[in-house]
C-alpha cells in the first residue's frame, strides 16, 4: 500500500522525432505535475523523463535546453532508435518516484486522466490502465485494425486490455517486478497484466496529434500485433498442427474412396487439372504458411537466447542509476 506521504510522480515520455510538439508538450505536462502538486496529491519533486530514442530532429537539444531550465525536466538519449516499447521501458527502469506513468510526446492521450490515475494509485493500485473510450480521431483505418488485432489476440489466448496501449501508470512494486522480465521481444501491453497486482482503469476520448506526424505505419502496426501475438501466445502453432491433421485426415478419406471406386470398378467422374492442380497449390501456400510461422517462433528464440541489450543510454541529463547499461 502507498503511504500517506505524498508520493513522487514521474512522468515517462518516450520520443522518436518530436521536435515539433515537444516544446508545447513539455509546458502542458509542466504545469499538470505543478497542478496535481497544489492539489496535495503528488510530491513537488516529482518529475518529466523525456527519452530520447534516436531522434533526428532537434529533439535532444529541445530535451536539454529543457532540463537546463527546469529541474522538473529530465533527459536520456538513447544511442539509437529502439522502438517505442524500449524507448518507455528504459524510461520506467531509470526514472526515479513512486509511481511512474508513461505518456506519448504527442499528448494524444487526455493528460486530465492523470489525476484519476493518481487517485486510483492513492487508493492502492499498483497499475492503472488507461483506456481509450473514443477513438474517432484516429484514422478509420487505424480503427479497424486496431479492432482486428484485439480480436485475433483475444482468440488467441493473449491477455491484453482492450483499448488500452501504453498510457498507464505503475506502482514502484510494479516496476520492480518489470524489471525481473528479461523479454528480448517486448510487449509491455502483453507483459504488464501478467505482473498480477491489483489494477484498475481510467477512461478518456483519445484526440488528435498535437503537431508531426504519426511513426506508425502499417508495416510498425502489423510489427506490433505480431509481436504481441508471437511472445504470449504459442496458438499458432498449434493451429498449424490442427490444420495439418484436418488435411491428412480429408486426404485419407479421399485415397480410401479412390480405391474403394478403384476395387469396386466405379468410374471416377472427378476429371480435369482441378482436382490435382488446385491441392497442389493449397497446400504448398499452407506448406510456406506454416513454415513462416515456425520461423517466427524460431527467430524469437534466436533473439531471446542471445539476450542483447534492449536498449543502451548514451547520456543522461541526470547520472542514471544502472550503470551497466549506459555508456
Ligand atoms: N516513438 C518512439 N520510438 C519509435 C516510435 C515512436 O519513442 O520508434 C514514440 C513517439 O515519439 C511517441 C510515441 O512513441 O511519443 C507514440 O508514437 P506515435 O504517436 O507516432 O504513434 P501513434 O500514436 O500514431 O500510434
Ligand atoms: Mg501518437
Known amino acids: 500500500m502507498p503511504s500517506s506521504k505524498k508520493p513522487v510522480l514521474g512522468l515517462i515520455v518516450p520520443c522518436m522525432n518530436e521536435a515539433e510538439v515537444l516544446p508545447s508538450s513539455a509546458q502542458s505536462l509542466k504545469s499538470k505535475l505543478n497542478s496535481l502538486a497544489e492539489r496535495g496529491s503528488i510530491a513537488a519533486t516529482s518529475k518529466i523523463y523525456f527519452v530520447d530514442d534516436g531522434s533526428a530532429d532537434e529533439t535532444w537539444a529541445i530535451i536539454s535546453l529543457l532540463a537546463d531550465s527546469d529541474d522538473c525536466f529530465v533527459g ?3 544511442t539509437r532508435n529502439f522502438g517505442h516499447q524500449y524507448a518507455v521501458y528504459a524510461g520506467l527502469m531509470h526514472a526515479q518516484g513512486d509511481a511512474l506513468i508513461s ?3 504527442d499528448l494524444q492521450d487526455d493528460i486530465n486522466a492523470i489525476d484519476e490515475m493518481v487517485d486510483e494509485y492513492s487508493q492502492g493500485n499498483d497499475i492503472v490502465y488507461g483506456v481509450r473510450v473514443d477513438r474517432h480521431s ?3 483505418f487505424k480503427r479497424w485494425t486496431a479492432s482486428l488485432h ?6 488467441l489466448g493473449v491477455r491484453t486490455i482492450p483499448n488500452h496501449a501504453d498510457f498507464r501508470l505503475l506502482s514502484r512494486k510494479a516496476v520492480s517486478i518489470l524489471s525481473q522480465y528479461r523479454e528480448t521481444n517486448l510487449y509491455l501491453r502483453g507483459v504488464v497484466p501478467l505482473l498480477g497486482l491489483q489494477s484498475s482503469e481510467v477512461y478518456y476520448a483519445r484526440s488528435p496529434r498535437l503537431g508531426g ?5 502499417l508495416i510498425d502496426m502489423l510489427g506490433l500485433s505480431a509481436q504481441g501475438i508471437t511472445s504470449f501466445s504459442i496458438m499458432p502453432l498449434r493451429v498449424i498442427s490442427i490444420v495439418g491433421l484436418v488435411v491428412f485426415l480429408i486426404s485419407t478419406g479421399f485415397g480410401l474412396w479412390a480405391l474403394y471406386a478403384a476395387m469396386a470398378g466405379l468410374s471416377t467422374p472427378i476429371e480435369g487439372w482441378a482436382p490435382t492442380g488446385i491441392p497442389i497449390y493449397l497446400l504448398g501456400g499452407l506448406q510456406i504458411l506454416a513454415i513462416g510461422v515456425v520461423g ?3 527467430g524469437k528464440t534466436y533473439m531471446e537466447v542471445k539476450s542483447r541489450p534492449t536498449y543502451l543510454i548514451e547520456k543522461a541529463t541526470v547520472p542514471t542509476d544502472s550503470p551497466k547499461e549506459t555508456y
Open 296 to 298: 517466427e517462433y524460431i
Open 103 to 105: 505518456i506519448d510526446a
Open 76 to 78: 536520456i538519449k538513447l
Open 138 to 140: 484516429d484514422r478509420k
Open 213 to 217: 506526424e504519426s511513426k506508425y505505419g
Open 150 to 155: 484485439y480480436w485475433i489476440s483475444g482468440l
